[in-house]
């Protein structure tokens, strides 16, 4: 037994020796590679997002679209994209085992990039059997990826610098439009500052009213003047002034003063003369007469039948008799009347004019402030517009890196050894799989049931 497992234990060394051995000579025939690193710091950028920046967005920052993703993810797969590695293969000419350029993925395979902790760093990794070689790569990467970002970043700018090129014209005339709106509206409402125009439309309300106050009551006083000049007379307005008509004819005032004449002969001879006799006869032709011509007179003034002769005599035969003076203030009193009323009522047109427009000033004074505030939208956005497009004219020529190399890589002085640390530790694996076989399969051939069976299978053959 014992001499069993001692030739077991060493079955199993010399395996696991063998192994290792084995694992330790190929390590020695791997060729060795290099690790070139490094570091990117990623800035705060003012073009992330051209347009936004017009919209008031701000793109002073790297941002992502995804709230469980970082910007510096989205840089990572630029850094890895097929543009970026092509460019580098071209330029260093980095060739493959068929001595053709190397593809893009396969330049992606050595390549690690990942985000250093807590920083806005991202550390480049990349391996090659050339520490030059592996330095370079890693440099030009780093070199096209900021170039790379330049005209990414340029090429927006431009776009977005067409777009609001082509967005001006429509600018300029909403610009022209409100400034024309607000024109129309202030010239059609005859709107000057609205504010000192309603303090005027108050003074000049308060004022109007005061001077239909006066008027109304001159306009009583005159009213209570004119019916009692009427009442004396008994004419109406219409009468007494068809009658100083008429009276201011100088062939009615003489013929009243005939027909006054008359009748006084008349009065003198009817006590000596009787009716029919001729004297009498004659002066009452020559009455009949001069009525006549008076009532013609009176049918030419417009008298008509509502001025009788009596009314023409009874105003008196002089001017300075009293009822003429009556009738002369009496007409003199109603046109004094009838302008009043004409005055009252410019005066209250004037101020129901000027207290509707003061009404109106409210509504005029918030249609001005939208429509100025229209003004105010478009010159303002017409204002951004130039700014943005001379902001993007700039940044289409500008060469500012978003990024900062703060460790360029270098040709590393060492190896790996990541290879032959692999090929040993796959070694020794394998010898101890196998040592740990042999000691198994060993103990178990070994042991007295494997024996027994075996003797009996022997005992049968030999019968």
């Known amino acids: 037994m014992n001499r069993s497992i001692r030739e077991s234990g060493l079955l199993a060394i010399g395996a696991f020796t063998a192994c ?47 709230n469980d993703q970082t910007p510096l993810t989205t840089q990572m797969e630029i850094i890895q994209s097929r543009p970026v590695l092509q460019e580098t293969i071209e330029i260093l000419g980095l060739q493959g085992e068929d001595g053709d350029l190397l593809a893009p993925d396969a330049l992606r395979g050595s390549l690690e990039v990942g985000i250093v902790s807590g920083t806005d760093v991202l550390q480049l990794n990349y391996v090659s059997a050339d520490p030059d070689t592996a330095a370079a790569v890693v440099n030009t990467i780093i070199d096209r990826y900021r170039e790379y970002s ?33 024109r129309d509206f202030l010239e059609q ?46 004419l109406t307005a219409d ?83 009293i009822a003429q003076v009556l009738i002369q203030d009496f007409v003199n009193t109603e046109v004094s009347y009838i302008g ?31 429509l100025e505030r229209r003004v105010t939208v478009a010159e303002d956005t017409y204002s951004a517009l130039l700014t943005r497009v001379q902001e993007l004219e700039v940044q289409e020529n500008e060469a500012t890196y978003n990024t900062t190399v703060i460790e360029p890589a270098s040709p590393p002085l060492t190896s790996d050894g990541g290879a032959t640390k692999k090929y040993l530790a796959v070694g020794v694996f394998a010898g101890a799989v196998v040592a740990l076989g042999i000691v198994i399969g060993t103990q178990v051939l070994s042991s007295p049931l494997v024996k027994t069976t075996k003797q009996r299978e022997l005992a049968k053959t030999q019968h």
């Open 20 to 66: 290792v051995a084995l694992s330790v000579f190929a390590s020695t025939r791997v060729e060795p590679t290099y690790t070139a690193d490094a570091k990117l710091l990623f800035t705060k950028q003012n073009n992330a997002s051209v347009l936004n920046d017009f919209a008031g967005a701000g793109g002073d920052r790297l941002e992502s679209l995804l």
């Open 150 to 182: 330049i005209t990414q970043n340029r090429a927006e700018a431009s776009e977005a610098k067409e777009f609001l090129l082509a967005q001006l014209p429509q600018s300029e005339l909403a610009v022209q439009q409100a400034e024309t709106e607000l």
């Open 189 to 234: 409402n005859n709107i000057g500052v609205l504010e000192e125009e309603a303090t005027s439309l108050v003074n000049q309300v308060e004022r109007l009213a005061g001077e239909a106050a006066a008027v109304q009551s001159t306009l009583e006083g005159t009213r209570a003047q004119a019916n009692a000049l009427q009442s004396k007379i008994g």
């Open 239 to 321: 009468q007494a002034f068809l009658v100083g008509t008429i009276r201011q004819n100088p062939g009615v005032q003489e013929a009243l003063l005939d027909l006054q004449e008359v009748e006084r002969e008349m009065a003198a001879e009817g006590s000596q003369f009787k009716p029919s006799s001729p004297v009498m006869r004659q002066l009452q032709s020559r009455k009949d007469s001069l009525e006549a011509f008076l009532q013609e007179q009176i049918a030419l003034a417009g008298g008509g039948s509502g001025i009788s002769l009596s009314r023409i005599q009874g105003a008196g035969a002089a001017g300075d008799d």
């Open 340 to 370: 009043l009323q004409q005055q009252l009522t410019t005066l209250r047109n004037a101020q129901a004019t000027y207290q509707q427009r003061l009404s109106s000033i409210p509504s005029l004074s918030a249609q001005k402030r939208a």
